[in-house]
């Protein structure tokens, strides 16, 4: 066994939260993504469950959070989308070429917003998490262009732009008690809903 071999013997990787993708459908994408070639898969939308026929302009693979996605121009769209590798069956490399969308463009449509899911800014999140949590959160980037300041009294307000609601709320639940949503008040009604919603369930 050699270094490498003993060094990857000795790490541990866990990856509970990610949905496989098939070799040959991963391939498939990268091989359209480097070729500059567009790419027509069947594509089953996992919040919906509809299936439709999707020809696209593959831009680059994106790895997050254990799972791959594809940022690409929908031709039959007109517009920047995001697509699950996993989700995305019968793919096929075209002969036409792909659509060239210049970096910028990537940058403003996927960047401007907390997450994977994005788009324009559709608000301004501010959260403010309780001393034992911000400890941790104090090191984390949400975003590029994120703002945080300490409390006197020990929390942490964190002040994170956000396009796709539902990405964030999946995140502010996941601290439970140790997050407050001070701002905008639409995202703190949301939060608090769910919450409710939660404890009926124990009751």
């Known amino acids: 066994m050699n270094r490498m071999e003993r060094i990857v013997a000795l790490h541990?990787?866990?990856?509970?939260?990610r949905h496989p993708v098939p070799a040959r459908g991963f391939e498939t994408a990268a091989s359209a993504v480097v070729e500059r070639r567009q790419l027509a898969f069947t594509y089953e939308a996992r919040s919906t469950g509809e299936t439709a026929?999707?020809?696209?302009?593959?831009?680059?693979?994106?790895?997050?959070?254990?799972?791959?996605?594809?940022?690409?121009?929908?031709e039959?769209?007109?517009?920047?989308?995001t697509f699950a590798?996993?989700?995305m069956s019968s793919a096929e490399v075209l002969s036409a070429a792909a659509r060239h969308v210049a970096p910028e463009d990537l940058i403003e449509v996927f960047g401007a917003g907390y997450g994977?899911?994005?788009g324009p800014v559709q608000g301004v999140a501010r959260l403010r998490f309780q001393p034992e949590r911000a400890r941790w959160v104090a090191d984390e980037r949400w975003h590029g262009r994120q703002t945080s300041r300490r409390l006197p009294d020990g929390r942490l307000e964190l002040t994170?732009?956000?396009?796709?609601?539902?990405?964030?709320l999946g995140e502010v639940?996941?601290?439970?008690?140790?997050?407050e949503v001070v701002e905008p008040p639409e995202l703190a009604a949301l939060v608090r809903e769910r919450l409710e919603k939660a404890a009926e369930q124990y009751r």
């Open 53 to 74: 026929r999707r020809t696209t302009s593959p831009q680059r693979l994106v790895y997050y959070r254990d799972q791959r996605y594809l940022d690409c121009w929908d």
């Open 85 to 87: 590798l996993d989700r």
């Open 12 to 17: 541990r990787v866990f990856d509970s939260r």
């Open 173 to 179: 639940l996941r601290y439970g008690p140790d997050v």
């Open 76 to 81: 039959d769209r007109r517009g920047l989308r």
């Open 116 to 118: 994977l899911f994005s």
């Open 160 to 168: 994170v732009p956000y396009s796709e609601v539902d990405e964030l």
